[in-house]
């Protein structure tokens, strides 16, 4: 009979969460929770802590996943795709039980609610409800649970139409910056993010002795009626294709007005977390430090990507700028994955979601302060993606092609200029700063399309010949 360790390990391979699909891997151990279920009522349910290792070389070899679970005496139709296995169960007297991912099973998501709604303490589990000042959300206790498809790197389920759960999958000690940032601004009363309703903290054993404790969950008020930013912008896009005579702001769907609105909500936001969180400053010495490790990616990008290699001395000359600069930079809390799908336009406006930070990066490298200008050219970068990502369908047609051009161009202008409204200083007049770190992430984007989508390749290197001018 298959051990219950490799059922785990074939079940988390084919899960989308999965970050480690790049080299093989092992599922060392499994490690569990306090029951959230009472005893002797099923399904029983826990959080599993699946340890496994990581890539070769990495500083961290043992990488730590969340899986919820959920055990049933027999079989449970329709839950097929979250079936993890099936084994007796020692701690729950040898029964033989079939286990599943609990996110998905809508008998074991209530108890999530229940806990996080009420505040539970259960050992080595902590729910916080966290409450806005005012107008706080209630969730119905009886709202059924529906996991959504768009997460990759975590999991998300909305409670009716009400409340959103998203569970962290890979596990890191410390404070998840999505759950710290995202509370302080609600705490705070900003309006410009989903109102956080409460989080889940957990204590799980060390790989090697002791215990690490973290952040597992964050539940925010669900934006029903919204539509993402990606989607709204390649929504114009398409309309600007199909009018085959007309520019950019002659279109109905021209995106620029939405484009300004989005300006203006980015510099309020990132005024409320300097308010909230702090500011620091950056001297001339960490600028060259930053220089130096953008220089470092620019060298492994060439080295993995020969395409790119004509494009590294003009790339490296934004790096060599930065160097330079000799004016001192405040920096602060960020998003730090900043595009248009970490948006959303709803009936009150846009708001920001998704405060975590680069999924590849360290926890520590996610906390850490940074200049809202990376913010900026992660948006700007995302305009020039809208705008190109439909290309596709028009290989060869100059005229789409200068086309698509002008939309990028007029939404990052409209962009910017709202910004400036609000924050009173325009990000353009940073150009040193703008160019940097333009440039280190049109070198992550060709990092990332010639690992996973190759065909989109041309979008970064696009950019990285128009940097390099």
Known sequence: MTSHLDQVQ???ANQRWFGEKGHDVDVEAMATSAWLSDEGVWPAVRIGFVYCSGPPGAENAIRVYQLPLSYHTAPVDNLGHALIGDWAEQDLGDTEVWVYDALHDKEATPYWLDA??????????EFHPVHAPEHATVVPEDARSLVLTVEQSNTSLVFGDTALLKVFRRLEPGSNPGVEIESALTEAGSELVPEVLGSARGSWPRAGGG??????????AFEKNSTDGWSYACTSVRDLYAEADL????????????SHRLGAATAEVHAELAKALGTDVWEPAQMVEHAAAMQRRLDKAVAAIPE??????GLARAFEALAAYDVPVTVQRIHGDFHLGQVLRTIEGWKLID?????????????????????????????????RSLLADHQGDQQIAYRAAEWANRNRRAFCDGYAEVAGTDP???NVLLSAFLADKVIYETLYEARNRPTWLPIPLAAAAQLAQ
Not at 211 to 220: E, I, K, N, R, V
Not at 308 to 313: H, I, R, S
Not at 356 to 384: C, H, Q, W
């Open 10 to 12: 074939s079940f988390c």
């Open 116 to 125: 996080l709604t009420h505040g539970r303490r259960i050992d080595g589990l």
């Open 211 to 220: 215990t690490d404790s973290g952040d597992l969950a964050m539940m925010t």
């Open 247 to 258: 520019h950019a702001e002659e279109v109905g769907g021209d995106f620029a007005g939405e």
């Open 308 to 313: 790119l290699a004509q494009y590294a001395d």
């Open 355 to 387: 405060f975590e930070g680069e999924p590849a990066k360290s926890l520590v490298e996610r906390r850490a302060l940074d200049t809202p200008i990376k913010d900026i050219a992660g948006m700007l970068r995302s305009f020039d993606y809208a705008a």
């Open 428 to 430: 353009r007049d940073q």
